[in-house]
């Protein structure tokens, strides 16, 4: 916030207070960040090639550069994504999840393996320096099972493109500084 806007993101970091600012996601993973400490905030939006190319360090590493963040004061929650009960990628794409850690990918060997985005993005985050307490959102945090719920599973509660074809909506996850 308060620079040129970009062509194209999937993420946007501010400290200026009372500026709300927002990720979409129908089965992608909208992500919040939060230093308590510098007062600064992020969002991003965080699909499976998103996932991959490392969305969330590079929303976190912009706060550390643009704010001063320290990552051991940085709070990230991975809102309602897509589970890996439903997210299937061809052999090759899911092959880059494997590599990432085998617990990330189900019935590797099949042409269309189930994948775990969000294992993923907890990997990647903890990898950067993100303290596991930190991140909330995934089965290794049981605070709220709202957002571990896989949105292509619960029509009521969630839209979803998996479940839903081109005829969805989507979730938004948005933060803002008060103070």
Request: glycine share 8%; charged share 20%.
């Amino acid at each position: 916030m308060g620079k040129k806007e970009p062509d194209s993101y999937d993420g946007i970091t501010t400290n200026q207070r009372g500026v709300t600012i927002a990720a979409l996601g129908a089965d992608c993973i909208p992500l919040i960040f939060a230093d308590p400490v510098k007062k600064a905030c992020a969002v991003a939006h965080s699909g499976w090639k998103g996932a991959l190319l490392g969305v969330a360090m590079a929303t976190v590493n912009a706060l550390v550069a643009e704010y001063g963040c320290r990552l051991e004061d940085i709070l990230v929650v991975m809102g309602p994504s897509v589970g890996p009960c439903c997210f299937t990628l061809p052999r090759d794409s899911a092959k880059a999840f494997y590599n990432l850690d085998p617990q990330c990918v189900r019935l590797v060997d099949s042409p269309n393996p189930y994948v775990d985005i969000r294992r993923a993005t907890r990997i990647l985050l903890e990898r950067g320096g993100i303290l596991p307490q930190n991140i909330q959102g995934d089965s290794e945090s049981e605070q709220n099972q709202n957002l571990n719920l896989c949105t292509s599973c619960h029509p009521a509660m969630f839209f979803s493109h998996v479940r839903d074809g081109i005829n969805f909506g989507s979730q938004i996850g948005f933060i803002l500084i008060r103070e």
